[in-house]
């Protein structure tokens, strides 16, 4: 249905209809929490990882459709990256996964990112804390 | 599938009659107002008809109707007219924080041209307290600019007294009364407004044209230079058919504006009931009983209200939010937080404003899919955790 007149593209819609991945993760590896209630829009991304992969990803996200797409579409894409390869992704491979974004939706898709990157940081900071068994995860 | 169309606050269709009212100036009576000939004459009589319905609406004499190219216009007029006449006296123009942005941008614009602006707060409600207003008035004060009800929440202001403070102390006093002419009664001596903004499609009338009321003896600068149209008080050749449609949506709107009140206030109350009853943790925005007769303004806790809006209208229901997600600005609505809402519950808006066309099965219909909706939408909230 979505013409050239529509909001958001028939993907966005998609995801946003039937979004990926959504909940929480129990004993999460990494968690990312990212946005504020000020802008409107706030993004939880769980990750679990094994063997230096993301072998699992979920999200919570208060916000707007393009921020609950974006949520759906980073954690389709991660899942079953390398923590090398998820570090590389950045807001435009979201965006651009979703057939594009509104000029001023864009901002969902580096929240989308930062969510990523944060929930990363996360796990990277607990396996630093545990020693130096998960060391070869760490990405170079 | 059926479209349910919940947002008259923001347009509303022309109504059928007003369309055929129109059509012979397009065409046929198409003539210049200021030409001679008959054609000419024909089009200024039904322009001068225009005024004189939109005056009787009001309480109004037709020579105190400007017409203009809509309320924004209509506001900016008014503003910027009675500052630039009024500098000699004075640099003070008080309003409020609730204002539709044609009256808060027009006013910054004065702002940096040397003008103090005062913007009231409101009250918990959304209600401008008169006594502020009173306070408010120094020896500079020109103009005191209050919207008669909120676009946006539907609160009606205290108009008349405003009205009475303002010329007690001898100062002009603007309305913009947008939202409410033809669909409350409005009499500009009972509100005591020296001017007061109007948009025919606000009222079924067609989009591009409105007035302003300019009672007699208040002195504007124009914003428009030109020819001598609107008795030098806006330049630039009538909106013939346009002018003729606000005629046209006066007149219907005079005829049963009551009724239609009192029907859509039972709506009205019967959304925001069922929105209570069948959605847990919502409040009501704005009065509840001081309240334009078409508004329901409701914030849902833990749910966004774009998100919201892109699943009504995947169910064929049109609303609004005052979220920041519809706009550029991430800023959530500046009335709903000068209303005191936490930027979660303003971004968690929504707001239904029915219509002429609105039937109770309407209602019913929003009742049946918003629950499942927000339902939804919390279970994938992180705002919800912790709560029950």
Redesign the interface.
Known sequence: MPDAWSL?SNKV?DH??N?RN??EIENPDGVG?VGN????????LYIKVKDGIIVDAK??????????ATSSMVTEIVKGKSLKEALKISNKTVAEALDGLPA?KM?CSVLAEEALKSAIEDYLSKTNKKGDSNKSERPS | MQRIYLDHAATTPTHPEVVKAMLPFFSDTFGNPSSIYSYGQEAKGAVEEARTRVAELIGARSEEIVFTSGGTEADNFALKGIAYANEHKGNHIITTSIEHHAVLEACKSLEKTGFQITCLPVDEYGLVDPDDVRKAITNKTILVSVMHASNEVGTIEPVEEIGRIAREAGIYFHSDSVQTVGHIPVNVDKLKVDLLSISAHKLYGPKGVGALYVRKGTKLVPLMHGGEQEKRRRAGTENVPAIVGLGKAVELAGQDIGKEAERLTYLRDKLIEGLGERIDQTRLNGHPTKRLPNNVNVSIDFVEGESMLLNLDLEGVCASTGSACTSSSLEPSHVLLALGLPPEQAHGSLRFTLGRNNTQADVERVLEVLPGIVAKLRAMSPLLKGQK
């Open positions: 958001y819609m946003f209809k979004p959504v909940g929490h209630p000020v802008c409107g829009d706030i993004m939880e999200f919570k996200t208060f916000g707007c459709g393009a921020a609950i001023i901002h």
